[in-house]
């Protein structure tokens, strides 16, 4: 049966009330994207970019997964082949809704990263300035996040999934952040059909076979529903 990967941006979470950098209001309109979310930002104001990770970890921490995070969850357990989920998204909405197979490429607000010797654990609710690394002892502990100008994880892994895909889904996604945005170029040439579920289309909608448009709560579970009744 098909292999099916599934692209998720901050799209298929809205609805469970986490906003993104490009909403107005909310935590982002607060702050600057490279004062809180880039490397550089980071070695500036330590004490500013705990605080707004802290207060994003609250804030998904009180979010309750969708109707879209339960029907790709449905989706990993019903579908015959493999279903995999790549997600851009930093909450763990997925797995709260049922997902067992998630590749949390951008990271995870859950996660604690050292800086100084690549020891990972799980943060704590609040993460502070000074705070030592349980192995190294290094106070380097930062949010286990991939920021701007820094490399996604697990490319080697998404990449080899993207070659054996046989549809290629892209669902909430801007279509403007790199490597991401190039998945459906990797899953066409691998022969997937692709098809992008978004709220309106992205830039790259002309890209895909296909392009569902409305709420993520809506048109996730109809398309889950018509792959499922497929087979
Ligand atoms: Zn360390």
Not at 50 to 65: E, K, S, V
Not at 153 to 164: G, K, P, S
Not at 205 to 231: H, K, M, N, Y
Request: one cysteine or more.
């Amino acid at each position: 049966m098909e292999k099916i990967v599934i692209l998720t941006g901050a799209g298929i979470s809205a609805e469970s009330g986490l906003g993104t950098f490009r909403d107005e209001g909310g935590l982002w309109a607060q702050h600057r994207i490279e004062d809180v979310a880039t490397p550089e930002g980071f070695a500036r104001n330590p004490a500013l970019v705990h605080g707004f990770y802290n207060a994003r970890r609250m804030q998904a921490g009180g979010a309750d997964p969708n109707a879209a995070h339960t029907a790709l969850a449905r989706l990993q357990r019903d579908w015959p082949g493999e279903v995999v989920i790549v997600t851009q998204n930093v909450d763990n909405l997925h797995e709260a809704g049922g997902a067992t197979r998630v590749i949390h490429m951008h990271g995870t607000l859950s996660g604690a990263l050292c800086a100084s010797c690549e020891h990972r654990w799980t943060a704590p609710a609040e993460m502070s300035v000074g705070e030592p690394c349980p192995a190294c002892r290094a106070a380097t502990a930062r949010p286990d996040i991939v920021w701007f100008g820094e490399m996604p994880y697990h490319m080697d892994q998404i990449y080899d999934h993207l070659a054996q895909a046989g549809i290629f889904a892209a669902i909430g996604t801007s279509g403007q952040v790199y490597p991401a945005a190039a998945f459906v170029h990797e899953a066409i040439a691998a022969g997937a059909q692709t098809v992008e579920l978004n709220l309106e289309p992205s830039v790259g909608a002309s890209s895909f076979d296909q392009t569902l448009l409305g709420p993520a709560t809506q048109i996730v579970p109809r398309w889950v529903d018509d792959l499922l009744g497929r087979r």
